[in-house]
């Protein structure tokens, strides 16, 4: 199965894929123990930014991807794990049913507290018995109400991820128009395949970060823009951050302006209603930067532009958390964000694809995809009837370790055979220039 999905992948990217398309051949697996093929979706979309990154995909250690999918469970800092989930995020039972939230950022808890008509200073304990006495529906509209982020816990859409995979996984054309199948012309830099190329990272969380660290592992100057008013947590930066400077600027400044003129590529995470609202979506940068290749992940698709999500919401929307239950009563899930990472390396597949054929071919690109699309890929693929076990991984071999403003930051390696991590750098410390 990941050869038929590497396939697709590669027709997609409008390009030829890999004479072997088996990436291990053995038939080892990435230890991500789930019912869906979590392994599968895995492999391929790492399979895919290695073929492009020119590095040899049979030589990719399924351990080391697991755990760069988990990454975050393998995270320090001066010896400490990060506080990774809010309180206010998770499953909560209602009167009816169930539904997921997340409060990971502040503002998103005070929103979910303030739908709810409770005060900033309760605890979970409130929410959940605020919870318990709504239906799903009016929990999900109170809370929306007051911008929080809910969805419910559903049962999968079969018809509805049908009409998704009709649909490319990687959406890329070329000034309106679907490319010609061509072979991917050959980097000027066999060891930096990107060197050259700068990009400018308007993403945050996992999935747009884990793209743009992967160009910047593969020799972009990557230069990450994030808003002076949002701040983001530090553990979930430096996680993702490596190689990439970093620094904070208002999306309307005529900066901002300069920065896109000298830039060969943009990636953009953010809703695209609200890139919209600033003149930063795909279709005013092509207009005012004719020359931009333009990355553009959301977490619900074009369709549903004004709308938040993120993985673990994804998940439960789509079906996935009642697939994952273990005991069909309490929802669950997949054993990593995996939307989230195989986003991150599909989308940067892309981008890689999209720079190099811009070089000989000119013009101006835009690469899309989505979680729920990614999700709709993921639920179409062949199910695992017995979960395996999890196996023991001696995640030392798999680690590296940086000093970032005097602190010790340990973080998984890359997962590109013959690539290493420059270290991240401080969030929002450098200058917004290039």
């Not at 123990?33 to 073929?51: C, N, Q």
């Not at 991807?65 to 320090?76: C, E, G, K, Q, V």
């Not at 929307?317 to 390396?345: C, F, K, M, N, V």
């Amino acid at each position: 199965m990941p050869s038929w999905l590497l396939r697709r992948v590669f027709a997609d990217l409008r390009t030829s894929p890999p004479a072997d398309v088996d990436p291990f051949g053995s038939g080892a697996t990435v230890p991500l123990p789930s019912r869906l093929a979590t392994d599968e979706l895995a492999l391929a979309s790492v399979s895919a930014i290695t073929v492009i990154a020119g590095s040899d995909h049979r030589t990719l250690d399924p351990d080391r991807i697991s755990l760069a999918y988990r990454s975050d469970r393998f995270f320090s800092v001066d010896g400490s794990p990060p506080q990774v989930w809010s309180p206010f995020s998770g499953f909560w039972p209602t009167s009816d049913g169930w539904i997921r939230t997340h409060g990971n950022y502040p503002h998103h808890a005070a929103a979910l507290r303030r739908g709810l008509r409770l005060t900033e200073t309760v605890g979970p304990a409130e929410v959940a018995s605020a919870l318990s006495r709504l239906t799903t529906a009016d929990a999900i509209r109170a809370i929306r109400a007051s911008a929080g982020l809910a969805v419910a816990v559903s049962s999968e859409h079969p018809a509805h991820d049908h009409t998704l995979r009709a649909t490319p996984l990687l959406q890329v054309t070329r000034d309106g128009e679907r490319p010609d199948v061509a072979d991917l012309p050959a980097s000027a830099n066999a060891d930096l395949p990107l060197a050259g190329s700068r990009v400018l990272d308007l993403t945050r969380v996992i999935a747009g970060p884990v793209c743009t660290r992967t160009l910047a592992l593969l020799g972009a100057d990557v230069l990450r823009i994030d808003p002076p008013h949002l701040p983001e947590p530090d553990w979930q930066h430096l996680d993702t951050g490596h190689g990439k400077r970093t620094a904070l600027l208002d999306g309307r400044s005529s900066q901002m302006e300069e920065l896109l003129a000298s830039a060969d590529a943009a990636v953009l995470g953010y809703r695209p209603a609200a890139l919209h609202r600033l003149g930063l979506d795909p279709a005013s940068l092509a207009r005012r930067h004719p020359h931009l290749v333009v990355a553009q992940l959301s977490a619900w698709g074009s369709k549903h532009s004004d709308r938040a999500g993120f993985d673990s919401l994804v998940q439960a929307e789509s079906g996935i958390s009642w697939i994952e239950s273990r005991d069909g009563r309490t929802p669950g899930a997949l054993p990593a964000q995996a939307l989230d990472h195989s986003a991150g390396y599909l989308l940067a597949a892309a981008v890689s694809v999209a720079l190099r054929r811009r070089e000989f071919e000119g013009g101006s690109w835009l690469v899309t995809t989505s979680l729920r699309r990614i999700a709709a890929e993921l639920l179409g693929l062949q199910r695992h009837d017995v979960v395996a076990a999890e196996r023991t991984i001696d995640v030392s071999r798999h680690t590296t370790g940086f000093s970032v403003g005097g602190r010790r930051v340990i973080t998984v390696g890359p997962v590109i055979p013959g690539f290493d991590f420059a270290a991240p750098r401080p969030w929002g410390r450098d200058h917004p220039r290039w």
